[in-house]
């Protein structure tokens, strides 16, 4: 089992929908979560980072449910600068190995 | 852009040679972590860096190895080269050792042919 799965994808969505990324993780201990974003041939770059809270930046909501290790990021209004993949990022106990989800690739069209 | 620079952007290198990639952190970031990513990939940890000395490492073998300069800035050295070595080695730094926002170059591109 991977330490850290993400959706597969790819999501082909329509300008102005809403689309939920899901991530889980193996580890029980870990400590920090993040959602990076990567461009085409670009490097990652941070979107936001997961409280068990959950957190909103403006159209985007991301949520932390440690009892399942699970990790979600929302998406509304889906505009065409979206388009992107989304990785899921946990920080191992300890703190100093991070950990990539394969990433999730979202298209949106006009 | 973060601040964080690598050079070189693009390299060839055939099996069995040796490579080594550069890495300058962000102004004031001590921690300095590198990646390999291929080709539709995530990020693979290879090892982190704090204070010039390897703070943690991931499944990589020994013909990877790293060092860290007193200004912080880092080298990654692939020794030996793999086909499979092939890949986008990115670096990135971040103002602590555990549990940061990390800021990442734009990545060295290695092909081994």
């Known amino acids: 089992r991977k330490e850290v799965e993400q959706d597969p994808g790819p999501f082909n969505v329509p300008e102005g929908a809403t689309v939920a990324f899901n991530c889980t993780y193996s580890?029980?201990?870990?400590?920090?979560f993040f959602w990076y974003r990567q461009d085409c041939r670009k490097e990652p770059k941070l979107l936001m980072s997961v409280y068990s809270s959950g957190n909103e930046d403006g159209r985007f909501t991301a949520q932390l449910n440690r009892a399942s290790q699970y990790i979600s990021l929302l998406i509304r209004d889906s505009k065409l600068s979206d388009s992107a993949t989304y990785l899921c990022v946990v920080n191992a106990a300890g703190g100093f190995k991070t950990i990539f989800g394969a990433g999730t690739r979202l298209f949106v069209k006009a | 852009e973060t601040g964080v620079t690598q050079s070189p952007t693009h390299l060839i290198k055939t099996r069995g040679q040796q490579v080594t990639l550069r890495c300058s952190s962000q102004s004031g970031h001590n921690t300095v972590s590198w990646y390999q990513q291929a080709l539709g990939q995530g990020p693979q940890f290879i090892f982190q860096?704090?204070?010039?000395?390897?703070?943690g490492r991931g499944n990589f073998p020994p013909r990877f190895s790293g060092l860290q300069f007193p200004n912080y800035s880092s080298e990654l050295n692939v020794n030996a080269l793999e086909l499979d070595d092939s890949a986008l080695y990115l670096c990135a730094s971040s103002p602590k050792r555990e549990g940061n926002e990390q800021f990442f170059g734009p990545g060295t591109r290695l092909t081994v042919l």
């Open positions: 860096y704090y204070r010039e000395e390897e703070n």
């Open positions: 580890n029980s201990a870990s400590q920090s």
